[in-house]
């Protein structure tokens, strides 16, 4: 089944730097990427989804980029606000037709100000 | 905007007990999702249903676990005789996959509720 990998598990940035974070997928059939966020406590959050027909993705300061070659995605936050420290998780779907979410470990963004 | 809602927000019992969790997804998505966090941890596909019945379910969807829809709003989650290792957060989701509004915009998206956290001691 499908496998995700996601790195770094923890990220300490500066307000204002950029934050990038790494998933590898196993299963070449997943044609979709999202990306959820979650604060403590809560629950996930949808912040930005790539479909496997784009390479890139852009929502204000966040983007996502797709290398289906390599099986690869990353998601990118620019200019980094304390509001966006999380935890962030990377997802895909299985192409079964069902689309079972299978989720990345996350990793824990903590911006200081 | 729609969100989809679950009941209880906490969940005591000790083990060996019998517990509901409860879930009122988006009135018109179709397919209905359970997922669980043990703290600290990644999100989990538990089970997924769709037209009345199961559709897909993990490893860890054992005998224990059942699902149901048992009208046209709720969608459950029992555990038969609940396990110390079954304390988690429960999230439940549903979703339309398809072309949405007249923007023809495709999406998958799952919608997750608030969740319950089970603490099962």
């Known amino acids: 089944g499908e496998n995700v990998e996601q790195h770094p598990s923890t990220l300490s940035v500066q307000e204002g730097d950029s934050a990038v974070i790494k998933c590898t997928y196993s299963?070449?059939?997943?044609?979709?990427f999202p990306w959820y966020k979650q604060e403590l406590g809560k629950r996930p959050q949808l912040i930005i989804d790539?479909?496997?027909?784009?390479g890139e993705k852009k929502d204000q300061r966040i983007a996502v980029t797709l290398n289906k070659t390599a099986k690869h995605f990353s998601l990118h936050i620019t200019e980094t606000q304390p509001e966006d420290s999380a935890v962030y998780f990377c997802?895909?779907?299985?192409?079964?037709?069902?689309?079972?979410?299978?989720f990345g470990t996350g990793t824990r963004l903590l911006v200081s100000p | 905007e729609p969100e989809v809602t679950q009941t209880p927000s906490h969940q005591v019992t000790q083990m060996g007990q019998e517990v509901i969790l409860r879930c009122v997804p988006i009135?018109?998505?179709?397919?209905f999702y359970w997922y669980r966090q043990i703290l600290g941890q990644k999100v989990e596909f538990l089970v997924s249903?769709?037209?009345?019945?199961?559709?897909?379910k993990s490893e860890i969807f054992d005998d224990q676990f059942s699902v149901e829809r048992p009208d046209g709003s709720n969608f459950t989650l029992k555990i038969r005789s609940t396990k110390l290792e079954d304390s988690a957060m429960y999230f439940c989701?549903?979703?339309?996959?398809?072309?949405?509004?007249?923007?023809?915009?495709?999406?998958?998206?799952?919608?997750f509720g608030p969740g319950t956290r089970l603490t099962v001691t």
């Open positions: 009135s018109n998505h179709l397919y």
């Open positions: 790539i479909r496997s027909n784009v």
């Open positions: 989701a549903s979703n339309l996959p398809g072309e949405i509004g007249t923007a023809l915009k495709f999406s998958y998206e799952q919608y």
């Open positions: 997802a895909a779907i299985q192409n079964t037709g069902f689309q079972k979410l299978v």
């Open positions: 299963d070449s059939a997943s044609n979709y």
């Open positions: 249903f769709y037209n009345n019945e199961i559709s897909e």
